[in-house]
Nanobody, 126 residues
Framework: QVQLVESGGGLVQAGGSLRLSCAAS????????MGWFRQAPGKEREFVAFSGDSSIYADSVKGRFTISRDNAKNKVSLQMNSLKPEDTAVYYC??????????????????????WGQGTQVTVSS
C-alpha cells in the first residue's frame, strides 16, 4: 500500500514557475513507477509526465516541465516552468507497480496506475 500526498500548487502568472511535490509512504517507494496527471474542469484526466526506466512527457509540457524523484526521501517532484493559462488544472501524483513486459508508454494511461494522491490545484492567470 502506498499513500501519496501532493503539495506546492497555487496561483501563478503566465510565464511563472511552480514546483509540485508528492510525498509517498512506504519503504518500497523506489520500486514504483511514478506519474503526474492533471484534470481541468470539464475535461478528462490527462497524462503529464512519467518517471520509470526513463522519463517521458506529454507533448504539451515537453521542454517546460521536469519530473524528478528522490528515492531516499520517498518523493517525486514536478518542476513547471513557463506556465501557461492552459496548464490550469488539478494535478495528481500517481504510483504504478511495474508490469512485466510493459513499455514506458503503458504508463501514460491513468487506468494503469495503482495509487493516487488527492490532487493539488494549479491556477495560471493570463
Amino acid at each position: 500500500q502506498v499513500q501519496l500526498v501532493e503539495s506546492g500548487g497555487g496561483l501563478v502568472q503566465a510565464g511563472g514557475s511552480l514546483r509540485l511535490s508528492c510525498a509517498a509512504s512506504g519503504r518500497i517507494f523506489s520500486t514504483y513507477f511514478m506519474g503526474w496527471f492533471r484534470q481541468a474542469p470539464g475535461k478528462e484526466r490527462e497524462f503529464v509526465a512519467f518517471s520509470g526506466d526513463s522519463s517521458i512527457y506529454a507533448d504539451s509540457v515537453k521542454g517546460r516541465f521536469t519530473i524528478s524523484r528522490d528515492n531516499a526521501k520517498n518523493k517525486v517532484s514536478l518542476q513547471m516552468n513557463s506556465l501557461k493559462p492552459e496548464d490550469t488544472a488539478v494535478y495528481y501524483c500517481a504510483a504504478a507497480i511495474p508490469r512485466l513486459g510493459s513499455n514506458n508508454y503503458y504508463y501514460t494511461r491513468s487506468s494503469n496506475y495503482d495509487y493516487w494522491g488527492q490532487g493539488t490545484q494549479v491556477t495560471v492567470s493570463s
